[in-house]
């Protein structure tokens, strides 16, 4: 591993809401057999996600059921996977606050309005052709600029000034451009990540695949899924260099 990638990633575990608690929390949800009061009591201690997950329970969406004011309820009411992803979703947003003083924050904002978009578009395509994977899938897509999320949000202003500004002289990549100037790109750094947070296998081959033209879709429609909403995601404008080529 280079030097860098592990500085960056040693920089990575000072992100708010602890990735390892979110890596067990996640972990802990896929499990079948784990009971309501387990997820709830990795949940509880964190009031602002406690407060969201209250807040969704009783939007307007279940505005005919009897209101919830426990977190306990709320994921009866809501269901693991819908939880699952809603923690994800408050987890990457509260990234804004963790960029350095001179982050671009227009950069940060529009590569985390990128990943919900992305994980939006992949759920709607994997809802109909395999429902039983659109929620882990929603997941993996809001994660899958990780190491782009990390470089972005430690690098500050460098990020443009070093891999945009080269690139968009170039008419290069972001990916070639990260790796002429840090050795290495976001997918690999984005897949150590994931696995120092113990996140699940897919999630992590998500991470490091996802600029992959050639997927096999039968074999990994997640992937596949993820890879096409990416791209769709960019062609509407959800992108934080939209004029370069993706690969």
Same mark, same amino acid.
């Given at each position: ?6 500085? @960056? #990633? ?15 929390? $996640?972990?802990? #949800?896929?499990?079948?057999?784990v ?11 964190d ?8 807040? $969704?329970?009783?939007?307007?969406? &279940? ?45 940060l ?7 919900t978009?992305?994980a939006?578009?992949?759920k709607r ?12 899938? @929603? *997941? ?11 470089? *972005?949000?430690?690098?500050? &202003? ?15 990549? /972001? ?6 100037? /840090? ?19 897919a ?16 074999? &990994? ?17 959800y992108?934080?260099? /939209? ?5």
């Open positions: 591993m280079p030097d860098k990638m592990d500085a @960056f #990633i040693r920089g990575a575990d000072r992100m708010p809401s602890l990735p390892a608690a979110m890596g067990r929390l $996640l972990t802990t #949800i896929k499990d079948p057999a009971s309501s009061k387990v997820i709830e009591d990795l949940i509880t201690p009031a602002t996600l406690s407060a969201k997950i209250l807040r $969704l329970s009783n939007s307007a969406f &279940y505005h005919r059921m009897e209101k919830v004011t426990n977190v306990s309820d709320a994921l009866l009411r809501l269901g693991f996977k819908t939880t699952r992803s809603l923690v994800v979703t408050v987890w990457t947003h509260t990234l804004k606050a963790f960029g350095s003083f001179d982050t671009d924050e227009n950069i904002t529009d590569l985390l309005n990128h990943g978009a992305c939006v578009i992949t395509l994997l809802d109909k052709v395999d429902p039983s994977i659109s929620e882990d899938a @929603f *997941v993996a897509a809001l994660l899958h600029d990780m190491g782009r999320v990390a470089l *972005v949000c430690q690098m500050g &202003y460098e990020y443009r000034d070093k891999i945009i500004s080269p690139a968009e002289t170039a008419g290069a990549t /972001l990916n070639k451009a990260e790796i002429i100037a /840090l050795g290495f790109d976001h997918t690999q750094l984005g897949e150590h990540l994931m696995k120092k947070w113990n996140l699940p296998d999630y992590c081959h998500i991470a490091l695949t996802h600029h992959e033209d050639d997927v096999d879709a039968a074999l &990994y429609p997640d992937l596949a899924a993820v890879v096409l909403a990416d791209y769709l995601s960019m062609k509407i404008g992108n934080i260099a /939209l004029e370069l080529p993706r690969k």
